[in-house]
């Protein structure tokens, strides 16, 4: 008899009875919903909270170490059976004492990670346990197979679990524990083959053919003062007229006013070189020497011999505080900022400016000045105003204006 008239006959025989299977059916069915609807509601909280938050790398880390481990607690189950013949309940209890104190001193040293940023002693009683439990894995191994397997597997937890602590060691503190002196990187460096900065390769060699338009520049010009022959100056200018050719050829150096500007400064340290040693840098952390009050002059000092224009208003400065070493250095990065920042926009400020600005006295500021001026930038930026306008670099010239629309170079005042 087919299933279907089976119950057919059931239901018309014994009709209480499949009445109170279809409810008992019914009411199975329904905690059976509701266990279902639970459980999903549980794991979609727990992934919400913890799964979606952490990065992929991370979530892979744990399934891959929960397998090793896994693998491992399955080695001392076999262990501690033919080995040290436990059986029944003691076993289930005893065989992977191991691997939960493996898990508890990682446990352990990520918290210490976290609030000390160092795993400590327990991060060495992770590695210590974790090669326990590979060793007693192996030595009950039926072949050379599985005993390679047996105490990889620990290992590979015992990593990627070091891995991942690397990783979220360098997101807290930003830094990693060590730098390498010797890397690929370097050695490729050094020998020429890769670059240290993110320069494409028609920027190095339109680098390198300026350079040599820049040296073949300085080594013509000490041949002229040095009053060398007719035959070494001729081989020189020509040396650098082929320079030069090769540069507008391949650098697009005609019509790159980047390119120009690069040029000149690169023409300007080189031929400023014997300035630095005359330089006197001030000392960033000795305190500034005590000067005697001298009152300030509010009114505008106003030059009608040397300029057109009205002039320029220069601050006499007062007595300078003594500052501690921290408030000096302080200082002194704020003045390089405002210069830097100055410069970038084509301007090289005086040194009143320099001292308005950003609340230093006057003479630091012109000790400043005659330091930072030098630079190639900056010089590129004076040597324009001198080669265009005839004006000498004072630190106190007024400005000059003229009728360029698109690009205004301004150096200590002098705009062209």
């Not at 019914?26 to 992934?47: H, S």
């Not at 160092?118 to 991060?123: L, P, R, T, V």
């Not at 590695?127 to 060793?135: D, E, N």
């Not at 040597?383 to 400005?399: L, V």
Request: with cysteine; aromatic share 6%.
């Amino acid at each position: 008899m087919p299933p279907i008239d089976q119950i057919s006959a059931f239901a018309s025989d014994r009709p209480i009875a499949t009445v109170v299977i279809c409810v008992i059916g019914l009411a199975l069915l329904g905690l059976a919903y509701l266990a279902l609807r639970a459980v999903y509601r549980a794991g979609t909280q727990f992934f919400h909270r913890y799964v979606a938050p952490r990065p992929a790398e991370d979530i892979l880390t744990i399934v891959a170490a929960s397998i090793a481990t896994g693998v491992s607690a399955q080695g001392m189950w076999r262990f501690s059976g033919d080995v040290l013949g436990f059986d029944g309940p003691l076993r289930l209890l005893l065989f992977a004492f191991i691997e939960v104190a493996v898990i508890t001193s990682a446990v352990r040293a990520r918290r210490n990670m976290r609030e000390n940023y160092s795993a400590g002693i327990d991060g060495i009683a992770v590695w210590t346990l974790t090669g326990l439990s590979a060793v007693l894995s192996s030595m009950d191994a039926r072949s050379l197979a599985e005993a390679v397997f047996r105490l990889a597997a620990p290992l590979v937890a015992a990593w990627l679990w070091e891995r991942g602590m690397a990783i979220e060691r360098h997101r807290i503190t930003g830094r990693h524990r060590i730098n390498w002196r010797l890397t690929p990187e370097r050695m490729l460096v050094r020998v020429g083959l890769a670059e240290v900065s993110d320069r494409t390769a028609s920027e190095v060699d339109a680098h390198r053919r300026l350079t040599r338009v820049a040296l073949a520049a300085k080594r013509a010009r000490a041949l002229r003062e040095a009053g060398a022959s007719n035959r070494k100056m001729r081989a020189a200018l020509t040396k650098l007229d082929r320079a030069m050719d090769r540069a507008v050829e391949h650098t697009g150096l005609a019509v790159d006013s980047n390119r120009q500007e690069a040029l000149l400064s690169q023409i300007g340290a080189l031929y400023n070189t014997s300035a630095l040693i005359d330089l006197s840098p001030p000392v960033p952390w000795a305190p500034e020497p005590e000067e005697p009050p001298t009152p300030a002059l509010p009114a505008a000092v106003l030059d009608d011999d040397d300029d057109e224009d009205e002039g320029e208003v220069e601050m006499l400065d007062s007595a300078p505080p003594v500052v501690d070493t921290a408030q000096r250095a302080a200082l002194m990065r704020a003045a390089r900022e405002y210069w830097d920042k100055q410069v970038e926009r084509k301007f090289v400020p005086r040194a009143a400016d320099i001292a308005h600005e950003t609340g230093i006295s006057l003479t630091t500021a012109r000790e400043y000045r005659a330091l930072w001026k030098l630079e190639p930038r900056a010089h590129a930026l004076i040597e324009a105003a001198y080669n265009e306008h005839g004006i000498i670099d004072t630190g106190t010239f007024p400005a000059i204006e003229t009728q360029v629309q698109e690009r205004i170079l301004t150096v200590n005042g002098s705009s062209h």
